[in-house]
């Protein structure tokens, strides 16, 4: 029922109904990823693309739209960690901590509970520079409720925390030691869609001003060209927020993240279907963006043909807008 003209609507929603979505900003050279993660490196301001396949394939280019070139395999030889999946890594997470280069991966099978994620790094991020450290202690298995795979982390004044999870219980986040090399507690949930198959993956959290963003993947992410997804439940983005990062995340409604809440980011439109993978990179050019994997229904439904996409965010109602 219509009680106001504006159907009771968030803010955020309003703005991305009123002037639709943005286009991808563009992305020349190689532009196929999938779970793509971002660095700027600060000696050359070179970035480096980080992305599911190939070992941990990655790029490099001086500006975010490219041209970006192929550098190679993070761990051309795999992982160490001693399960199936450990020369097909997924989902990297690149951070600078203390002038060390990290990049958390995971190690799983398409759905399986039998996970890790696992820890590389490097004083450079130059090819072949890259030491592995193998697991960080965050494992699952199906005696667990979670699935241990798309890592990412954050820097809480100090304190580090790993959000993990997919799929089977959603969301989670455990804390980390002081280098961030091991988890140093128990996982706890902190995003659920009670739902249907609760089809939550890909988490990011980002702070800004007095909030931390959860951004995370909702839907089915992959195989478009042999099943495609009922209108609705292909990837899109979502975001819930906190005053915390360890807990209370809520939509734009008020509704908490634990219990299903979820404000749509980004979602497809136009050339743009099942866009996700996300995170979001302080740029120091262009400040908060949004950059995902995105099917262009012009080029190819097939995962090994999904584009990089990225847009600037726009924080001006407390919500991501792009
Ligand atoms: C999709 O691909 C077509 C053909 O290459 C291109 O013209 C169009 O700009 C692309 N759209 C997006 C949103 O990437």
């Known amino acids: 029922m219509m009680h106001s003209r504006h159907l009771g609507l968030p803010a955020a929603l309003l703005t991305a109904l009123v002037h639709g979505y943005a286009d991808p900003e563009s992305c020349s050279g190689e532009c196929v990823v999938y779970d793509p993660t971002l660095i700027v490196r600060s000696s050359d301001n070179t970035y480096f693309r980080f992305s599911t396949g190939n070992e941990i ?47 958390y991966y995971a190690v799983s099978t398409f759905g399986s509970q039998d996970s890790a994620i696992g820890l590389a790094t490097s004083d450079t991020m130059d090819l072949d520079s890259w030491t592995d450290h193998g697991s960080v202690g965050v494992e699952s298995s199906s005696a667990k409720i979670y699935n241990a795979i798309d890592p990412s982390l954050i820097d809480v004044d100090g304190t580090y925390y790993l959000q993990f999870g997919s799929f089977w219980d959603d969301i989670y986040q455990v804390r980390m030691n002081s280098e961030a090399t ?12 009670p739902s249907g198959t609760h089809p939550e993956e890909g988490s990011y959290m980002y702070q800004y001003g007095d909030y931390y963003y959860l951004f995370y993947s909702w839907g089915i992410c992959c195989g478009y060209d042999t099943d495609l997804p009922a209108s609705g439940q292909e990837y899109h983005i979502k975001v819930c927020r906190s005053t915390s990062a360890t807990g209370d995340f809520v939509d734009a409604d008020g509704t908490a993240c634990t219990d299903g809440g979820g404000t749509i980011v980004l979602e497809s439109h136009g050339d743009v279907y099942g866009p996700g993978g996300q995170g979001v990179y302080d740029d120091p050019t262009y400040g908060s963006v949004l950059y995902y994997a995105y099917t262009n229904i012009s080029i190819g439904y097939a995962d090994d043909e999904k584009q990089f996409g990225w847009n600037t965010i726009d924080w001006s109602t407390g919500w991501p807008v792009v």
């Open 57 to 103: 394939s990655y790029c490099t280019a001086t500006d975010l739209s490219g041209p970006w070139t192929a550098v190679g395999s993070v761990l051309p030889d795999g992982s160490s960690i001693d399960l199936a999946g450990n020369t097909d890594l997924w989902a990297p997470d690149v951070h600078y901590i203390d002038g060390t280069y990290y990049v």
């Open 182 to 193: 091991a988890a140093s507690g128990s996982s706890y949930n902190i995003a659920y869609d």
